[in-house]
């Protein structure tokens, strides 16, 4: 039986895919789609609710309410540039608030008890962001709270459709998630089967029904999302799963014999090692600009690949751990794991796979958990974001030997000394990068004059902004000192002190 859902209508808000995320963490599917893209009715669609957007809903390009959305007959919660669609839709009429946007915490008086605010004060602090309102209601609805300037909350006099010019979903409305919480289960009665653990199961059987006795490749770069997208696939088809793991021999120290150790002993994957460093080399040679060097990189990776899935092949499918995130059109149930004739990453289309993406329904955090349910260990879960290029990013300038040898024995004891100072635990993100600078230094009685590693750690949430971390300095003594003595050619090192922005976390 599918779970209860809920639909999040997409206009574009910024904010569209936390509504998603936060009822989802209340144990109920939800499912964000495009505002054209409207189901037929069915008993799993509980509700639905219509997001915020970044547009007047004046303008005359603006993207409008439709009626049809309504006429499914499950509760609607209308958020803000929602509520402001809802109510033009419905005859009401929406302005441009003379005031001029408002943006932060409002203070939301409760005038009618409903089941929305159950478990609410009198007086809740909301958060807004908006530069019209509704300044006047259409017929059959009333107003349930206002804040000092506007209609903050109303609703249909006789129908379960309710407006909110706040923000539910964003944590500075204190009482944001309990309000949904209130819509999605008591007024529309949605039930809380939805478990991360327990997909784990209709995704291996999906899969399994999807492929049936065909054949998928699949190209691990030991990171969460292809890692977990092949143990995963491995449970539904076993040996049809042929995984690559392409060396360009610009990984971290000891890398790539861990990936392979990981997922070929401890998982018992199968997968196709290829030792492509010689390629790679040659294609970045005499390059220093850092797009040249990535769309290089990015290249001979396709080759790479490409000469695998001939040799190898035929393949019928070609997997990848696509994220909800990462998906731009939306409608894609748990169930639709599978998409036809995508051509991703540049992967040429006379391959003729089709894309299999069982991961792409669900957000970062939930695929952890998912791989928790798949019995994987928590380290793998926990590994840092590590860029495609590699280390070629991380060397300023030309790839060459030398600065490689460099580049990974600096990095070894960065990560050796935040491992042993429990420094790991305090960061987000961290590596050491390879500046194209020289400098004069003295070691013993003799000038030397050497490289400048710079030591790069963050702490972020999400790796979209970053802060530099304040690592204490007795750990970046440690660092700078086990570096300049013991690999050849460093003569300094360094601390990035740069937020993102204005810095990107990366230096390439
Ligand atoms: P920036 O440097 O843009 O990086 O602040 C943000 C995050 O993305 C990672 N990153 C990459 N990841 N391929 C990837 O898979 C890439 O080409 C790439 N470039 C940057 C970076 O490590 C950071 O976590």
Known sequence: MKPDKV??????GQTTRLIAK????????????????IPSASDDIKAVILSGGPKSVTAPDAIRLDPAWVELGVPVLAICYGMQAAMQAFGGRVEKDPEGREFGKATMRIHH??????????????????????????????????????????????KPIYGVQFHPEVQHTLNGKRMLENFIRVIAEAKATWKIERIADNLVEDIRKAVGKKRVLLGLSGGVDSGVSAVLIDRAIGKNLTCVFVDHGLLREG???????????????????????????????????????????????????????TQQGPFDYLAQGTLYTDVIESGAGVGATIKSHHNVGGLPEKLGFDLLEPLRSLFKDEVRELARALGMRESDLARQPFPGPGLAVR????????????AKASDAILRQVFDETGTVNDVWQFFTVLTDARSVGVMGDERTYGYVVAVRAVTSSDGMTADWARVPHAVLERVASTIVNRVEGVSRVVYDITSKPPGTIEWE
């Open 7 to 12: 639909l999040v209508v997409d206009f574009g």
């Open 22 to 37: 936060t009822i989802r963490a209340l144990n109920v599917y939800s499912d964000i789609v495009a505002h054209d893209d």
């Open 255 to 309: 890398e790539a014999e861990d990936v392979l150790k990981r997922y070929r002993s401890q998982y018992g994957l199968n997968v196709v090692f290829v030792d492509a460093k010689d390629r790679f080399f040659d294609a970045l040679s005499g390059l220093r600009d850092p797009e040249a060097k990535r769309k290089a990189i990015g290249k001979t990776f396709i080759d790479v690949f490409t000469d695998v899935a």
């Open 113 to 158: 008890k409903d089941a929305l605010f159950e478990g609410l004060a009198k007086e809740e602090t909301v958060w807004m962001s908006h530069t019209d309102s509704v300044v006047a209601l259409p017929e059959d609805f009333i107003t349930l709270a206002t804040s000092n300037r506007v209609l903050a909350a109303v609703r249909h006099q006789t």
């Open 395 to 406: 060397m300023l300038g030309e790839v060459t030997e030398e600065k490689l040898a460099i």
